[in-house]
T-cell receptor, first 112, second 108 residues
Framework: DTEVTQTPKHLVMGMTNKKSLKCEQH?????MYWYKQKAKKPPELMFV???????INESVPSRFSPECPNSSLLNLHLHALQPEDSALYLC???????????FGQGTRLTVV | RKEVEQDPGPFNVPEGATVAFNCTYS??????FFWYRQDCRKEPKLLMS???SGNEDGRFTAQLNRASQYISLLIRDSKLSDSATYLC?????????FGTGTSLTVIP
């Protein structure tokens, strides 16, 4: 099973809302990632978790708050987003830092 | 300075053609390299890993040249289903950098 599951698939939220994106994998991977992808652009790394600890934050605004409750789950909490934050948010996981990553189908977020 | 540079294309080729993509990188500490494929509005999916010795998977061949810091992907006998964006990826330790992607359209 090489599946990374993301929920919800689509999300529309207002600028004053608080919402969360969820990501789950049961492959025993100990590295998990959040990416943001705008149309016709490559995915941009936001956060990296290693063994449930945040190891990389690519200078992401504090309105995005990641959380790793356990080794299978990764959340991205959203608060006071801007319309320019509308994008596809991708979660990925990998067994080790030199191996390939597997991606979830993404959450398509629209901020209105 | 971008870590990874790719020719964005687009590449429009007829069915059966051979097409090659290149990707150059600046971080010599990069340890692992991959090619991913991304269909429109879908997630990236691993196409193949790239090894120094070169590797082949059916119609696809990947090469790595560490001295010149580039990787390449060759697609032979292109199929309509090969139409997608191809992304090179390098991994310096716990980071995972994508190239800008190369768009390929295979025309009947």
């Amino acid at each position: 099973d090489t599946e990374v599951t993301q929920t919800p698939k689509h999300l529309v939220m207002g600028m004053t809302n608080k919402k969360s994106l969820k990501c789950e994998q049961h492959m025993g991977h100990r590295a998990m990632y959040w990416y943001k992808q705008k149309a016709k652009k490559p995915p941009e790394l936001m956060f990296v978790y290693s063994y449930e600890k945040l190891s990389i934050n690519e200078s992401v605004p504090s309105r995005f708050s990641p959380e790793c409750p356990n080794s299978s789950l990764l959340n991205l909490h959203l608060h006071a987003l801007q319309p320019e934050d509308s994008a596809l948010y991708l979660c990925a996981s990998s067994q080790a830092f030199t191996l390939e990553a597997f991606f979830g189908q993404g959450t398509r977020l629209t901020v209105v | 300075r971008k870590e990874v540079e790719q020719d964005p294309g687009p590449f429009n080729v007829p069915e059966g053609a051979t097409v090659a993509f290149n990707c150059t990188y600046s971080n010599s500490a990069s340890q692992s390299f991959f090619w991913y494929r991304q269909d429109c509005r879908k997630e990236p999916k691993l196409l193949m890993s790239v090894y120094s010795s070169g590797n082949e998977d059916g119609r696809f061949t990947a090469q790595l040249n560490r001295a010149s810091q580039y990787i390449s992907l060759l697609i032979r006998d292109s199929k309509l289903s090969d139409s997608a964006t191809y992304l090179c990826v390098l991994r310096p330790m716990n980071q995972f950098y994508f190239g800008t992607g190369t768009s390929l359209t295979v025309i009947p």
